[in-house]
């Protein structure tokens, strides 16, 4: 019998909420992680990393996703209805120099990242990994910085994922990390997974015993303090929609103008989130800046338009009608995260669809997929996505719709089609969106479709039968 999901604490939540992390372990017994590593040293030499063929060729791991703290981290952070996307990698580091310090693309398209966690990943340590032997690095608190404001080798604030086998690190998808230096030169293994939120939060899904947010005490470590967006984000993950909307009464609106545009993002991000909170005259500001030429301007006033409420609407479904790609693509997101208040404005987005920009394309795509309602007419635009000529609007729009699940009836033919599409996501994701819709023809293709495309994780070319 499978044990209850271990989910996390309020104190563990506003951990995660502000630093972008946790280290958390499972309890499997050593011979667990020993038989795990036999395995993998001898697909690694004897057939090359396997790539996204890595759970179906070492099946013991899923174990590891089935355990109560594993999966209790997933469901707190993003929800009980989470997906494992199609893409995996294990990761061998045996350099005895430090990686470069990066975030993780969304497979080659330029994304706009989100503050609010829709994604996240787990990395797993199947042997014991001292700081020797070149665990993950995260930078704290830097999920929200499309800037790296600290140096290369600053490592007085990096935090790393160390620890005896089964360790793990749950880290917002847009965190700052890198690979730390291996100076043991024995093979050191990350098994990276990556997931994504099907569904918008309605309420808690840690262990909340008190609704209203709390500044965790480290905290106070971090590059910079960020109240107003820590608490919005908590709030979201409650399920309010807008929550900091008109809670200022703020005099100091040039200053925050001025901050907006400046040059330190950190800072930026609080005016954003500040102004957003601060009725007419901030959201004047903020619909000011949605027009910058400078994207990143304009990418900072849309964060604060898509938190600050139903009177944010006009603004942005105005900003659709701008000649300017990114205006139109940050309006379009800040729309996603205002979900159902943002519903009449389906009719517009959906013939953004065919857009000729694959970033305004595939953000319109996500943001349908928020936003839900009308459902026949959102479903209706997300097929022809599915249909696009550009393979990136097709997986995303795969992706898209396993956030309906029986709704999406509709696309079950499209999705069956897709099922042949020479792209690899594509494929994964319809088979995954078949599977959240999961009425009995949709189970049956995709049944059919798993059963003909079985892989035996036995058959090596050393044992072909």
């Known amino acids: ?26 309890d499997f017994p050593r011979e667990f992680h020993e038989a795990l590593m036999r395995k993998l040293d001898h697909v690694y030499k004897e057939e090359g990393n396997p790539g996204n063929n890595l759970l179906p060729r070492v099946p013991e791991l899923q174990q590891v996703f089935n355990h109560p703290s594993v999966d209790g981290a997933l ?12 893409h995996r990698h294990g990761h061998f580091n045996a350099a005895p120099q430090s990686g470069g310090w990066h975030k993780d693309s969304y497979w080659g398209y330029n994304r706009l990242r989100n503050h609010h966690p829709w994604w996240a990943m787990i990395m797993y340590f199947p042997q014991d990994t001292p700081v020797e032997l070149g665990p993950t690095g995260v930078m ?3 999920q929200n910085y499309e800037s790296r404001i600290f140096q290369e080798d600053d490592r007085k604030e990096e935090a790393l994922a160390s620890g005896e086998a089964g360790t793990f690190i749950l880290i917002h998808y847009d965190i700052w990390h890198r690979a730390t230096a291996n100076t043991l030169g024995q093979p050191r293994y990350m098994l990276k997974f990556e997931f994504m939120r099907t569904e918008a939060p309605t309420s808690p899904s840690w262990n909340n015993e008190n609704l209203k947010w709390k ?8 590059f910079c303090q960020h ?20 809670t200022r009464k703020e005099r100091r609106i040039d200053q925050l103008s001025e901050k907006l545009i400046g040059d330190n993002e950190p800072e930026a991000i609080n005016a954003a989130y500040q102004l957003a909170a601060s009725g007419d005259n901030g959201l004047n500001v903020l619909a000011k800046s949605l027009y910058d030429t400078q994207l990143k301007n304009s990418r900072l006033a849309a964060y604060g338009l898509s938190v600050a409420g139903e009177k944010a609407i006009p603004i942005l479904e105005k900003a659709l009608d701008s000649e300017q790609d990114h205006t139109v693509a940050h309006a379009i997101f ?15 987005l959906v013939k953004l669809v065919g857009h000729s920009s694959p970033y305004i394309r595939n953000t319109v795509v996500d943001t349908l997929s928020m ?4 459902t026949e007419e959102v479903i209706a635009g ?6 696009n000529d550009d393979v990136q609007t097709r997986f995303t729009a795969g992706l898209a719709l396993c956030r309906f699940g029986v709704e999406a009836n509709a696309a079950v033919p499209h999705l069956e089609k897709a099922l042949k599409d020479e792209d690899r996501y594509v494929r994964g994701h319809a088979a995954e969106a078949l599977n959240y819709i999961h009425t009995d023809t949709a189970k049956d293709i995709l049944i059919d479709y798993l059963l003909a495309s079985r892989w035996c994780p036995s058959t090596t070319p050393a044992s072909t039968f």
Do not use: C
Not at 75 to 86: D, K, W
Not at 232 to 237: P, R
Not at 371 to 374: A, M, R, S, T
């Open 140 to 142: 704290p608190g830097t």
């Open 75 to 86: 469901q707190s952070v993003i929800g009980p209805n989470y997906l494992m996307h199609t």
């Open 382 to 387: 997300l097929v022809l996505a599915l249909k």
């Open 334 to 348: 800040a729309l996603g995260e205002l979900r159902q208040l943002a519903s009449s404005t389906v009719p517009k």
């Open 1 to 26: 019998m499978n044990q209850a999901p271990k989910l996390l604490s309020d104190e563990q939540m506003s951990e995660f909420i502000t630093k972008g992390y946790l280290v958390l372990k499972t």
């Open 215 to 222: 500044t965790p005490a480290s905290a106070s470590e971090l």
């Open 371 to 374: 936003i839900q309602k009308p």
């Open 227 to 246: 109240e107003e967006m820590w608490e919005e984000t908590w709030n979201w993950l409650t399920g309010k929609v807008g929550s900091i909307a008109e």
